[in-house]
């Protein structure tokens, strides 16, 4: 069959199905080749991939540097230097949807303020106050001076007593430790004790020979008032005297 054309040119079907040379002024090809459309293969489907290299994503390269789309490593993560500061949780607005402060509904900082809503009313069923808890208050004396002491009664050593300002409910304990002597042999005819306020505590005999000796004693009390706190020596009668020296008083107030 043949087809009369306007300028009377004669066209078969086959010239006028046949092939065209380009298409918007592009040829055609069976594999990719660049500026021309690729046909696709048996299977309807393009011949070639189509995943290549892109030049950029969202106008970014591929790069672990500064403003670019950061590159996997060999363990398929991210380097941890390359993840951005709002990744790494340093500048994060939200966690959770829960913003980080001290605040009733927000993430707790752990920087030494009292964070609203997360203190304990009670422990078990008991208050703060009801707990025990208490403080211990120090007090220091101490002497190198050599005492003497030519009595046959119990008198203070000199230099070396505490002052204690005390409350009833208060625990108060004394520890003295002391070179002590006395000036005549003798097994046991010198004697030491602790005192605090007008409560002794156990006498401890020394002999002759010079040694160190530690004394001690403690006290609750039941009044208000402040109490004097200091070692005590005496010489059993028919002794010399007895002596003491170095020595250390440590008090401790409990309350």
Request: aromatic content about 6%.
């Given at each position: ?55 950029t ?24 230097a ?51 808890g ?19 009664y ?52 020394k ?18 008032g ?30």
């Amino acid at each position: 069959m043949k087809i009369l054309t306007p300028n009377n040119r004669i066209k078969t079907w086959s010239d006028i199905l046949g092939d065209a040379d380009t298409v918007d002024g592009l040829h055609a090809s069976a594999t990719a080749t660049a500026n021309k459309l690729l046909a696709l293969d048996a299977n309807a489907k393009l011949p070639a991939s189509i995943t290549g290299d892109a030049d950029t994503v969202d106008g970014k390269h591929a790069s672990n540097t500064a403003n670019n789309v950061p590159v996997l490593d060999a363990s398929a993560l991210l380097p941890l230097a390359q993840i951005p500061d709002t990744l790494t949780g340093k500048s994060a607005d939200q966690v959770d949807g829960y913003h980080a402060g001290n605040s009733s509904g927000q993430v707790a900082v752990n920087n030494g303020t009292v964070n609203t809503n997360l203190n304990a009313d009670m422990v078990d069923g008991k208050h703060a106050s009801e707990l025990g808890g208490m403080t211990v208050t120090f007090y220091t004396a101490s002497s190198t001076t050599c005492h003497i002491a030519p009595q046959t009664y119990f008198t203070d050593i000199p230099d070396v007593s505490c002052s204690v300002p005390v409350q009833p409910g208060d625990t108060v304990v004394a520890i003295c430790q002391m070179t002590a002597w006395g000036s005549q042999t003798s097994t046991s005819g010198y004697q030491y004790r602790m005192a605090i306020g007008s409560s002794t505590g156990q006498i401890l005999d020394k002999g002759y020979w010079r040694e160190g000796i530690v004394l001690m004693h403690s006290l609750t009390v039941e009044t208000s008032g402040t109490l004097s706190v200091r070692p005590q020596f005496q010489a059993i009668s028919g002794w010399s005297s007895s002596e003491s020296q170095n020595e250390f008083l440590l008090v401790l107030r409990f309350r």
